[in-house]
């Protein structure tokens, strides 16, 4: 599958002592790309099969007072790079946070 492949990308191998490989995965980079997936299950409930969906970080304007209120949704950190919004137990957001989104927290401050 074509998803699979793009998803194994960011899978790195480190070799150990002991003549073993260990396999990590960088997982800013590989959530998103599991968006839509049809086998991502729970690391602690492996029969437990969950969504993942990959969403635009959001400015929303809200009226507060008679003044306009400017604000990203879901809020971040700026060394994030990607947020997991954990909507229902079985169904994940994944949130890419990018230059664009860190210029306009910069602008908006707290």
């Not at 960011?10 to 049809?38: C, F, K, M, W």
């Not at 635009?56 to 879901?74: A, F, G, M, N, V």
């Not at 946070?97 to 707290?110: D, M």
């Amino acid at each position: 599958m074509a998803q699979d492949r793009q998803v194994a990308k960011p899978i790195t191998s480190q070799y150990h002592y002991y003549g073993s490989d260990r396999y990590e995965v960088d997982a800013n980079t590989a959530l998103p790309l599991l968006a839509g997936h049809p086998a991502v299950f729970w690391r602690d409930a492996p029969d437990v099969r969950i969504d993942i969906e990959s969403v635009q970080i959001q400015l929303s304007i809200t009226e507060k007072h008679d003044q306009l209120c400017l604000r990203l949704s879901p809020s971040f950190d700026s060394r994030d790079q990607v947020v997991m919004v954990n909507e229902t137990p079985t169904r994940l957001v994944a949130y890419t946070v990018n230059e664009a989104h860190r210029k306009i927290a910069a602008v908006l401050g707290e």
